[in-house]
């Protein structure tokens, strides 16, 4: 029974899944953790990626006014003919291209102003107005061909919300002869803005230097905290994150003007794009330890009925539906206690049940010169006499009682044999001669002293004991014979040593 509870047929077939099941687990964790640094990685480039965008078409855009800018200087500074109609016409057609531009202002050292489109001469600011009064108003003493953009205002004229950009002009000797600016309508900025979907849900807008918001409406509370962002946007473009927002920033920079276009993406979106491009490989894991689980459950069941049949057929010749492992397991236990019954019946007599004579004789030899082992050889005393009297059933009774007395001694170290018929040998092995003889001592008192159910029954034992020490087993063996024939002359009932 102990054997059918230790056999288990499935125990390396659930190593090995359990083991497959585990690298698994550990693979996808490390997996799962690396797609999601590179995940991270991928939308935070691709975030750069999207400011510099919306950073060159806004670019791109005020560089066609910069351009048309530097047309209209260079065609006043080679012609001079800053008053004439052509030249007003000329400028209109340069407004007319640069749909973004609502205004071309042109102010001449001898504070000669032009406006294109005119303004209207009986509106009121037309009386009072200066316009050295304008954002875009400066003079530069050194040639220069770097354009200026002034900080975001609101337009009195056009009421909306505009940037000017501005280019001095000389004549020759490079004196500063006026300025021509222009008048950018803003709401461009944030059609750009628009133009280009984001990767991840968020909010993108620029910051003048000063911390305004291009295209807003002046709102002085977002300043301060406006400037704070300006102050972390250290390199040309790059990204940080914003812990009072619990969101990320990522920025670039513009040449001219000196705005920072940024696009603002909270942690909780930034996550909820990564746990969606994570799903995939989450499905696939998942998938992976379903297929596993199932080819486990599929061998083991397919395992499991092969073993079944095995066992029945080894049992029935037939399947009885009985569990394999059961079934193999008692057969298996069958058989080994087959083998010791068979082993040991080899090895005993069948009527005392003593080792027999076989087995005596096999390791007899094996004490030979074991000065700390001894041999010794009892025969029963009288037992012709005994048969005759009582009967053979008796005297058999009488063997197999002696032989129950003497085992009652036997020990690891202590064995009895049968000899012959009616004579008992023990090895006493690693016992020296005196204890020895006190046990053999012992085994002819219980004897003599035992009881049968005739009363007239009594039987003794007379025997010898000797050390194999300077002997051969064989020596030793003929030995105590000697012994115990000095036994029985001596009046039987005693051992001699
Ligand atoms: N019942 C029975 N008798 C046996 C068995 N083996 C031997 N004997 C008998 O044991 C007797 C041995 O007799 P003897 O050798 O003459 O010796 P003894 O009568 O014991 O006399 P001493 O040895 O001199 O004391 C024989 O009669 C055998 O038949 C056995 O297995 N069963």
């Known amino acids: 029974m102990k054997l059918k509870k230790k056999v288990s047929f499935t125990k390396s077939l659930n190593i090995v899944f359990s083991s497959l099941l585990f690298t698994l687990i550990i693979a996808s964790g490390m997996i799962a953790y690396h797609q999601w640094i590179d995940i991270k990685y991928s939308c935070v480039s691709f975030s750069k990626k999207y400011v510099t965008v919306l950073a060159s078409i806004i670019n791109e855009k005020l560089a066609n006014s910069e351009t048309s800018l530097k047309l209209i200087t260079e065609t006043i500074r080679e012609h001079s003919e800053?008053?004439?109609?052509?030249?007003?016409?000329?400028?209109?057609?340069?407004?007319?291209?640069?749909?973004?531009?609502?205004?071309?202002?042109?102010?001449?050292?001898?504070?000669?102003?032009?406006?294109?489109?005119?303004?209207?001469?009986?509106?009121?600011?037309t009386k009072d107005f200066n316009p050295k009064s304008r954002p875009w108003y400066q003079m530069s003493t050194s040639y220069s061909e770097k354009t200026s953009f002034t900080q975001p205002y609101n337009d009195y004229i056009s009421t909306k919300r505009i940037v000017s950009v501005s280019l001095p002009f000389f004549e020759s000797g490079e004196i500063t002869n006026g300025i021509v600016a222009f008048d950018i309508?803003?709401?461009?900025?944030?059609?750009?803005?628009?133009?280009?979907?984001?990767?991840?849900?968020?909010?993108?807008?620029?910051?003048?230097?000063?911390?305004?918001?291009?295209?807003?409406?002046?709102?002085?509370?977002?300043?301060?905290?406006?400037?704070?962002?300006?102050?972390?946007?250290?390199?040309?473009?790059?990204?940080?994150?914003?812990?009072?927002?619990?969101?990320?920033y990522f920025y670039k920079k513009m040449d001219n003007p000196s705005?920072?276009?940024?696009?603002?993406?909270?942690?909780?979106?930034?996550?909820?794009?990564?746990?969606?491009?994570?799903t995939k490989i989450f499905y696939f894991i998942m998938l992976s330890i379903l297929i596993i689980c199932f080819a486990w459950w599929a061998i083991i069941s397919v395992m499991n009925t092969t073993l079944t049949?095995?066992?029945?057929?080894?049992?029935?010749?037939?399947?009885?539906?009985?569990?394999?492992?059961?079934?193999?397991?008692?057969?298996?236990?069958?058989?080994?206690?087959?083998?010791?019954?068979?082993?040991?019946k080899a090895s005993t007599d069948a009527l005392t049940g003593l080792l027999?004579?076989?087995?005596?004789?096999?390791?007899?030899?094996?004490?030979?010169?074991?000065?700390?082992?001894?041999?010794?050889?009892?025969?029963?005393?009288?037992?012709k006499s005994v048969n005759d009297k009582f009967?053979?059933?008796?005297?058999?009774?009488?063997?197999?009682?002696?032989?129950?007395?003497?085992?009652?001694?036997?020990?690891?170290?202590?064995?009895?044999?049968?000899?012959?018929?009616?004579?008992?040998?023990?090895?006493f092995d690693g016992i020296?001669?005196?204890?020895?003889?006190?046990?053999?001592?012992?085994?002819?008192?219980d004897i003599s002293e035992r009881k049968y159910r005739e009363s007239e029954l009594r039987t003794t034992v007379s025997g010898g004991i000797i050390t194999f020490d300077n002997k051969t087993g064989l020596e030793a063996l003929e030995l105590v014979d000697k012994?115990?024939?000095?036994?029985?002359?001596?009046?039987?009932?005693?051992?001699?040593?």
Not at 94 to 110: E, F, R, S
Not at 196 to 214: C, M, R, T, V
Not at 259 to 278: A, L, S
Not at 484 to 492: F, R, T, V
């Open 82 to 125: 800053i008053s004439t109609r052509r030249f007003n016409k000329w400028l209109n057609t340069q407004l007319y291209i640069l749909p973004n531009v609502t205004g071309l202002n042109i102010l001449d050292a001898q504070q000669n102003y032009t406006r294109i489109p005119m303004l209207s001469e009986n509106s009121n600011f």
């Open 185 to 248: 309508d803003l709401s461009f900025v944030n059609q750009s803005l628009g133009s280009i979907a984001p990767p991840i849900q968020g909010n993108n807008f620029i910051l003048a230097e000063n911390g305004e918001q291009i295209t807003d409406k002046v709102n002085m509370t977002n300043i301060e905290k406006n400037l704070q962002l300006l102050t972390r946007a250290i390199w040309e473009s790059g990204s940080f994150f914003s812990q009072e927002d619990d969101a990320y």
């Open 259 to 278: 705005w920072i276009v940024f696009y603002k993406v909270t942690r909780q979106n930034m996550n909820r794009v990564m746990i969606e491009m994570n």
């Open 309 to 344: 049949n095995i066992a029945s057929s080894i049992r029935y010749g037939r399947f009885d539906g009985e569990d394999s492992s059961k079934i193999l397991a008692l057969e298996i236990e069958n058989n080994i206690s087959r083998i010791e019954d068979i082993s040991s």
């Open 356 to 383: 027999n004579r076989r087995v005596f004789d096999q390791q007899l030899e094996t004490f030979s010169y074991k000065s700390d082992s001894c041999l010794a050889l009892i025969d029963i005393d009288d037992f």
């Open 391 to 427: 009967g053979h059933t008796i005297g058999d009774l009488v063997l197999k009682t002696i032989a129950k007395l003497a085992r009652k001694y036997e020990t690891a170290n202590i064995k009895f044999y049968r000899y012959g018929g009616e004579e008992i040998a023990a090895i």
């Open 432 to 445: 020296n001669i005196n204890s020895a003889n006190s046990i053999i001592e012992s085994l002819r008192i």
């Open 483 to 497: 012994l115990l024939y000095l036994a029985k002359e001596s009046g039987k009932n005693t051992i001699k040593r």
